[in-house]
């Protein structure tokens, strides 16, 4: 015999499974909004997604609040769900915030900060925070000047394809002199 408490764990259980209060599925239907421009209903559902800890709606809602599609355009709040979805592991979010915080917008500039943002997403292999950290190291911002440490950071993102990254690279490393006979 089921009593009335089981009922209604499992009506919650089939309710919760079936997308209703479903993280996932806002998250997917705030995708499609947005896909179709929808920003507005787009940025509620992530909002919802994201509320209930789905990092890359946080991700996502994060960078509505940055480029003001759908909510109001506030880098303190595009911050606040960023930082969310980095303290998740997010590497696009950790390399973003790791731009707000070199810019100081929507939080303190913070360049130390911004470092290790920025690492946390490059040995995630995300391409352009490898860049952004390479470039901290050439310039000893927020990180001692090391042009080893970014050759290193800078050969990673250059083996990824990234053009800006293998320029560098190529300015870094000294060439050998090619002498004809």
């Known amino acids: 015999m089921f009593t009335k408490s089981w009922y209604l764990f499992f009506l919650t259980l089939t309710l919760y499974l079936s997308g209703c209060g479903n993280a996932d599925s806002d998250f997917k239907r705030g995708m499609d909004y947005y896909n179709n421009k929808g920003y507005v209903k787009a940025a509620q559902l992530f909002q919802k997604a994201a509320k209930k800890g789905h990092a890359t709606a946080q991700f996502q809602l994060g960078m ?3 480029d003001g599609k759908g909510v109001p355009k506030q880098s303190a709040e595009a911050a606040s769900w960023l930082g969310k979805a980095a303290e998740q592991g997010d590497a696009k979010a950790q390399n973003n915030l790791g731009l ?3 810019d100081g917008d929507g ?3 913070d360049l130390t900060k911004a470092a290790q943002w920025y690492r946390k997403a490059a040995e995630q292999g995300n391409v ?3 860049v952004n950290l390479a470039i901290l190291y ?8 090391d042009v080893a440490e970014a050759t290193r950071w800078f050969r990673k993102a250059a083996e990824q394809g990234d053009a800006y990254a293998q320029e560098e690279l190529a300015r870094l490393i000294p060439q050998p002199n090619h002498v004809q006979k």
Do not use: F, I, S, T
């Open 107 to 109: 939080v303190p500039q």
């Open 100 to 102: 707000l915080y070199y």
């Open 128 to 130: 352009d925070a490898q």
């Open 138 to 145: 050439k310039k000893g911002q927020g990180v001692p000047k």
């Open 64 to 66: 509505m609040y940055y």
